[in-house]
């Protein structure tokens, strides 16, 4: 049965941008890559993985070219009491509009890909 194995967010500098997606979606950067990171020895060509492989899981991967923002990767986020919007913005984030009705906002992450938080009392 077909189903969705991983996401994966294009960016500049993987290394650099998988912490605050790690942060922001609640999912560690495997151990592997933490340490090439630490080490400095995390190739341009390699990603990072967020998650582990035998569930749904992120690839931060780097990419040549970006297009345009708004046609990159769209994620919608959850948060919860023990993140929420400020731990967004101290993680990287910027806000870039509220919801009227305060359903989502819209931030960007360090690279500039939007996305959308969705409070823990909102609706999805």
């Given at each position: ?68 923002l708004g046609g990159r ?52």
């Amino acid at each position: 049965m077909p189903h969705l194995e991983a996401i994966t967010i294009h960016a500049r500098q993987p290394a650099e941008l998988a912490p605050f997606w790690s942060a922001a979606l609640g999912l560690p950067i495997d151990p592997a890559d933490v340490a090439a990171i630490a080490d400095g020895t995390l190739g341009d060509r390699e990603s990072v993985l967020l998650g582990q492989r035998d569930g749904l899981h992120v690839w931060v991967s780097p990419a040549d070219e970006l297009p345009e923002l708004g046609g990159r990767v769209h994620l919608d986020v959850r948060l919860d009491d023990d993140f929420g919007p400020q731990d967004l913005l101290d993680a990287g984030a910027t806000l870039v509009w509220d919801e009227p009705q305060g359903r989502w906002s819209v931030y960007t992450d360090p690279e500039d890909n939007r996305f959308c938080a969705v409070p823990a009392t909102g609706k999805p």
